[in-house]
């Protein structure tokens, strides 16, 4: 009986023994399966790491210090007047203009001319209508907007007179100022889209 007794207890010893061992390799294996794949790659990761790609096919909008703003000309007809102004990148990479441009009448004071309103016009009566659309700007690209306005005037009407126009790129903060006389003898000046290149 003694016998029989150690016997058992050597087969319930040997069975627990064998029992954490085969715990131990378990988790072991579920710890290397962990493992391998903590360490297999994210695939939305390696599409982070490729901000050049997004970058190249969706330029950054342009900001008022890299461009440059200028008059490229004038028309006349029927009492309405138009002037063609065009925005240059002078940065070294693409940038995004959409919209409409800022645009202020400022008296000598620098201040903006009273009785003179300002209206966004998909077109005037020199430019056919059209829609904003988003223009990139290559380095050295222009994009160019129309404002038109009417300077008949009635007998002993004195109009408002600018010295002086703001403008201000769209979406953007910062503006340029330009000197220039405009007689918006109507109380009302159109400002257009900008568009790629230059309005002809």
Not at 70 to 93: C, E, L, P, Q
Not at 152 to 173: E, L, M
């Amino acid at each position: 009986m003694k016998s029989f007794s150690k016997v058992h207890r050597l087969l319930a010893t040997c069975s627990a023994s064998t029992f954490l061992i085969l715990i131990a390799l378990t988790i072991g294996c579920a710890n290397s399966s962990l493992a391998t794949r903590q360490q297999q790659p994210n695939p939305a990761t390696r599409e982070r790491s490729s901000p050049q790609t997004n970058v190249a096919s969706n330029p950054a909008r342009c900001q008022t210090e890299q461009l440059s703003v200028r008059k490229v000309s004038g028309d006349a007809g029927v009492g309405n007047v138009a002037i063609i102004y065009a925005f240059t990148n002078n940065g070294s990479s693409p940038c995004n203009l959409y919209g409409y441009p800022g645009f202020a009448l400022l008296n000598s004071k620098n201040q903006p001319l009273k009785g003179v309103r300002v209206i966004r016009s998909q077109g005037t009566y020199f430019l056919t209508k059209q829609s904003p659309q988003k223009v990139t700007l290559a380095p050295g690209g222009q994009a160019s907007f129309e404002i038109a306005y009417n300077h008949t005037r009635d007998v002993g009407q004195s109009c408002p007179t600018s010295v002086k126009v703001q403008i201000t790129p769209p979406n953007a903060y910062h503006h340029f100022t330009l000197p220039e006389k405009i007689n918006a003898c109507t109380g009302q000046v159109r400002v257009t889209p900008v568009q790629a290149g230059i309005i002809q």
